[in-house]
């Protein structure tokens, strides 16, 4: 498993790639980049949607804290999905951003990109 850092004051770009029919799971360690300290969540969430098209309503996949495919720890953001639903995705590129939303509703992106889904050749 690979492990990025995010640093909070700016989004970051940040292309995934996954492969369709695996599992997928991705971590991030979350700093502040004032100390280098672990970010604290208190009472946080987050949402990230997978888009054809930037500016599409409807997303193609979604990751969120309400269905734990988002959990987030101290100084860490973990993303994850089943086999089932990844291979439940088209192949291709697509749009995603991540948002934070804080306890006093303050709303940040802290993560876009890409989300490129490749063919996996085992059936």
């Known amino acids: ?10 989004p970051l ?6 492969n369709k ?7 991030f360690d979350v700093v502040n980049e004032s100390d280098d300290s672990d970010f604290v969540f208190t ?3 987050a949402k990230l ?8 309503s409807n ?9 734990n495919s988002i959990i987030l720890t101290t100084g860490s953001l973990s993303l994850q999905k089943s086999a089932t639903i990844m291979n439940s995705i088209e192949s ?4 995603y951003d991540l ?17 490129v889904l490749n063919q996996d050749t085992t059936r």
């Open 1 to 10: 498993m690979n492990i990025y850092e995010i640093f909070i004051n700016e």
């Open 13 to 18: 770009v940040f292309n995934i790639v996954a």
């Open 21 to 27: 029919g695996d599992t997928f799971a991705l971590t």
């Open 43 to 45: 009472s946080h969430t």
């Open 49 to 56: 949607q997978v888009k054809v098209n930037r500016e599409d």
């Open 59 to 67: 997303s193609i996949l979604e990751f969120n804290t309400t269905d």
């Open 92 to 95: 291709g590129q697509y749009f």
């Open 99 to 115: 948002e934070i939303t804080f306890p006093d509703s303050t709303i940040q992106t802290w993560l876009k990109g890409k989300f």
